[in-house]
């Protein structure tokens, strides 16, 4: 490839990177609207099979990622992500017994 080859090259890959992550950003503003909505709604005992469904799915989709080097920020974020729900499911948990 030649100068200006690369130069077009690399501006398609940009373009299709951030074709990519607004793709992401726009499914994560869809479903945490969608979890802000359908989470009060739930009642103490469908939380209580929400929550177990959810860390059993977390767990499997860190057991799939354990292999492939991801960044830190990926971890630290699923890990803070993943805390938060689990308090919002957990929210009158007293209420289930």
Same mark, same amino acid.
């Given at each position: 490839?030649?100068?200006? =080859?690369?130069?077009?090259?690399?501006?398609?890959?940009?373009?299709?990177?951030?074709?990519? #992550?607004?793709?992401?950003?726009? *499914?994560?503003?869809?479903?945490?609207?969608?979890?802000?909505?359908?989470?009060?709604?739930?009642?103490?005992?469908?939380?209580?099979?929400? =929550?177990?469904?959810?860390?059993?799915?977390?767990? =499997? /989709?860190? /057991? +799939?990622?354990d292999d492939i /080097?991801?960044?830190?920020? +990926?971890?630290?974020?699923?890990? =803070?992500?993943?805390?938060? +729900?689990? #308090?919002?499911?957990?929210?009158? *948990?007293?209420?289930?017994?």
């Amino acid at each position: 490839m030649k100068g200006r =080859e690369q130069v077009e090259f690399l501006e398609q890959q940009t373009a299709s990177n951030v074709d990519g #992550v607004a793709r992401i950003g726009a *499914r994560v503003v869809v479903m945490s609207q969608l979890l802000d909505a359908a989470l009060p709604r739930l009642t103490p005992l469908q939380r209580v099979d929400v =929550e177990q469904a959810f860390r059993d799915g977390i767990e =499997e /989709a860190m /057991a +799939y990622v354990d292999d492939i /080097a991801m960044p830190e920020q +990926y971890h630290s974020t699923l890990l =803070e992500l993943t805390n938060q +729900y689990l #308090v919002v499911l957990s929210a009158d *948990r007293q209420d289930a017994r």
